[in-house]
Every structure is written in C-alpha cells, then in structure tokens.
DNA sequence: ACATCTGTTATATTATAAGTATAACAGTTA
DNA sequence: TAACTGTTATACTTATAATATAACAGATGT
C-alpha cells in the first residue's frame, strides 16, 4: 500500500500527482455520476465531512463543490446539503463538443507522431466507455 | 484580430488562455510535427530567435524545447541548433497507451454525463485524425 | 583575432495558483 | 441551546510560470 494516497467510498486521491486535489475530487465525482454510482438527488458529504474523510481542507473540498455546481453537476442548498443534480447534467451542446475537441487535440497530435493508427486510438476510447458502462449491468433487473 | 495573441510561422499563442505558454508552444510543434509541416532534420529557431519573434522570454522557450527534446521529438546539438529528431519520434508502447487512456477518461466520464454517445465521440475523435492528415496530401508524387 | 551566434547555467524578481489554518456569520435541525 | 449546514474573510506557505540580466564555452564567419 502506497503512502500517499486515500481512498474514502468512491473517491480515490493520489497526493504524489502533479494534478491539483481539488481536479481529482471533481473528476473522482463525475466518474461517479458517469458510473451510475452517483444517482441524481444523490447527497455528497458536506465539505467538512469530506474534508475530514479523505484528510484535506474544507476549502479545498469547497472549490471542487464550486466548480461542479457552475457547471450543472451538483445542487447546493444553502442550509440543507450537497445533492448530485437531480434532474441531470445538461446535455452537450456544440460548445461542450468544442470544448472537447479542443482538448483532444494535443493527444491526437501526439498519438499520430507516434505512430497510433486512428483504430487503434479509438479502441482504446471504446474500452474506456465499455469501462463506465460495465456497472450499468443492473439495468437488467 | 483580438490583442494578446501571436502567430509566428506555424507557431500560434493566446496569451490569454490558462494554459501555459511553454505548453503551447509545445503543443504547437508537436502538432506541426503530427501534420508533417515539421520533417525529420527540419531546423528549429533558435531559443533567442524564436523568443524574440513570439515575442516572450528566451527561457520559456527553452523550458519547450527540454521538454521536446526529453519525450524524443527533437535533438539538440550544443553548439549546431534544434532539429526535428532525424530518426523520427519513438513509437508508441504500453506505457504511453496507458497514459493516454488515463488522460483520456476524465473527458469521457464528462461526455457521458452529458449525453454523448459513444459514436459521436468517436465522431470527434476521427474528424481530429482528418484533420491532421488534410496536409499530407502532398504526398500523392 | 574578432565578433557573433549557439545552448546552457545561475540568480533574482514578480505574479499566480494550490493548499492549509483559523475564525466567524447566518441559517437549519434535533 | 447545541450541532450542523454552506459561505466568507484573512493569512500563510509552497510551487509554478514567466520575465530580466548576466555570464560561460564552444562553433562559425569575416
């Protein structure tokens, strides 16, 4: 078992990673929600408890709540709680697909001068989706 | 044309994005590299001239230009100059496969929360792969 | 020989972001 | 009343990004 590393319910945080906590809460949540692991009008630990679950600071749980509330993820009562949205996240619009596409661009670039055939990139995005998809098996019931 | 941006040769900055300058930069080679505009040999700007053309610091170049030549896309000569490695970039093995996928995740946990289906997505993806080899169409003789 | 170019190294400074530490406020709930 | 909620404010430390000079050592061109 590794040092630096908590893992509390679904979230799993890697503190040797260059990438900031507060990205990998909101990733760790959104994979959630992806996962159907996280319904909506599911309730999220208040910042405190978070905070006290997985060994941070409030503020830092706080900005992660923040940012998934700004974009349409999460509802925050003022007194009551931390919800997952209960009406769902919005749908993708073409902004969102350009935003993406955006994003991808570095690793495509990259993939391509190192010799990735375009099936073999998109096999590896299908098995990310079959991943997320794996624990929707309780559908059939 | 908006104020804090740069074009200089295939090179293009916002100065106003989040991202790192240096990231840019890198990401703009390597993607010249990806569309075959950058060949094998090709020369590089020095740092002091590349620097003073897009207008920033020589180090900031310089810090680009390490992380290139550390991943493999370009060799440095000393006392020569820059040069797109001769022998071209190495290919991709399991290890680069599996960072791209953990890379790759937070933006397909995101897409499916949104809606996006699985063919769309790839959709993206394969228009990105058509869109860097539209310039290899020289080719042809 | 001299000046000019190359990457490299060193030092210092400024600005911003990440993360933590306390503390307090205003409502809710038990 | 006590314990909880999100929120706000302030302060501090640390790390990174970017800039500004300056110098060194080797290569090149005149």
């Known amino acids: 078992m590794k040092e630096r590393e908590r893992d509390v319910m ?3 945080l890697d503190f ?9 809460l909101i990733h760790q949540i959104i994979e959630g929600i992806a996962k159907k692991e996280l319904l909506p009008g599911d309730p999220l630990p208040s910042v405190r408890a978070m905070a006290a679950d997985i060994g941070i600071n ?3 749980v ?3 709540y923040q940012h998934l509330k700004q974009e349409g993820f999460i509802l925050i009562h ?4 931390v919800v997952i949205h209960p009406e769902g996240v919005s749908k993708a619009d073409a902004t969102y697909m350009e935003k993406v596409k955006r994003k991808l661009r570095p690793f495509i670039a990259e993939s391509i001068c190192r010799q990735v055939s375009e099936e073999d990139f998109l096999k590896q995005c299908q098995e990310l989706f079959s991943e997320f998809k794996k624990d929707k098996e309780g559908d059939a019931k």
Do not use: C, M
């Open 10 to 12: 679904f979230i799993h």
């Open 16 to 24: 040797e990673s260059e990438e900031p906590i507060y990205t990998q």
């Open 58 to 60: 409030l503020h830092t």
């Open 62 to 64: 706080n900005k992660a």
């Open 78 to 81: 003022r007194q009551k709680g």
